[in-house]
């Protein structure tokens, strides 16, 4: 039972924008969404989002990378919100006919032409 836990949880880190981008689409028809998924109102729904990202940071000061001095709740609900943003990201960009993965490529390799590692 262990061992097919862990093998869930692999497979959680191993999806690809493609799929959750089919998630996402069959998560909306199923629920009679789509009507109301315009770029306009995804991304007001994506700040929203953002908004409450920020929340979780707001009067933590600076914190150390891996947030060591967290507890396990306040991870979780930061997952979360970083997953809202993600998602909302996703499904805007696939109503915009953007490849998310196609341009995030291409703006790696202009950001390496622009600001050089040496």
């Keep these: ?3 097919e836990k862990e093998n869930a949880e692999e497979k959680v880190v191993e999806i690809s924008l493609k799929d959750l981008s089919r998630k996402l689409e069959e998560f909306a028809r199923a629920r009679d ?3 109301y998924h315009s770029p306009r109102n995804l991304l007001l729904a994506m700040v929203g989002e953002v908004g409450e990202l920020s929340e979780i940071f707001q009067w933590r000061g600076e914190v150390d990378k891996g947030l060591p001095n967290w507890e396990e709740s306040d991870k979780e609900h930061l997952g979360e919100e970083l997953s809202d943003v993600l998602l909302y990201l996703i499904r805007l960009s696939d109503i915009c006919g953007i490849d998310l993965g196609v341009a995030a490529t291409k703006k790696l390799v202009k950001n390496a ?4 590692a040496n």
């Design 113 to 116: 032409i622009k600001y050089p």
């Design 33 to 35: 969404w789509e009507k």
């Design 1 to 3: 039972m262990g061992e």
